[in-house]
């Protein structure tokens, strides 16, 4: 990646980190034209980018099409990683929308990637697993308690609460529908950065 991109990255990246939502997604607009002949990983970064930016704003739609086409580029380079982190975060914004399903399909991709990797990643492997469980019901008690145990590893508190919470509530109440729960991702409890692919987090 060239140093131009690079910067335009960290640039917008900092923008959002601030909550300046519409100069971030400017300059992550602007590093995806400037990759698009360059550096095919570099504009799916910039494209996941725009994508959070949109969903910070609450333009869940458009930030699932930015999402797509992410995905298509990380998966024609064969970048793994990032692919993995891209299909996490389009798996939640679809479930927002409703449409389980299609989250289900990429959430279940994304966990098939982190379990395949050469270096375990503890922390994302469990934010998938927790994002499957808030996705379908079938599917949350293996998901909570898998995703406990990596939150205990990762010394995550409020993972653990949580994942402890929701195996509560599935024990009393085995039709409880995690439907109804707000996705959010958890970071390290000294972590500042912003949740994005691409080697950021």
Do not use: C
């Amino acid at each position: 990646m060239i140093e131009a991109l690079k910067s335009l990255l960290s640039r917008a990246a900092q923008a959002r980190t601030e909550g300046n939502r519409a100069d971030a997604e400017a300059l992550y607009k602007q590093a995806a034209e400037d990759a698009k002949t360059q550096d095919a990983v570099a504009r799916a970064e910039a494209l996941t980018g725009v994508a959070q930016a949109r969903r910070d704003s609450g333009d869940r739609t458009s930030a699932a099409i930015y999402y797509s086409e992410a995905i298509t580029l990380l998966r024609n380079a064969n970048a793994t990683v990032p692919l993995a982190h891209s299909l996490r975060h389009a798996a939640e914004v679809r479930s927002e929308m409703k449409e389980h399903g299609v989250a289900g399909t990429q959430i279940d991709e994304a966990i098939r990637l982190y379990r395949a990797f050469d270096t375990p990643e503890p922390l994302h492997l469990a934010n998938a697993l927790r994002v499957a469980a808030l996705n379908d019901e079938r599917q949350a008690h293996a998901a909570w308690t898998e995703a406990l145990l990596l939150y205990k590893s990762s010394n995550i508190t409020a993972g653990m609460e949580e994942a402890s919470d929701h195996l509560e509530r599935l024990h009393a109440a085995p039709r409880h529908n995690p439907h109804t729960s707000t996705i959010r991702i958890l970071k390290p409890q000294n972590s500042t950065a912003p949740d994005i692919s691409g080697g950021q987090s």
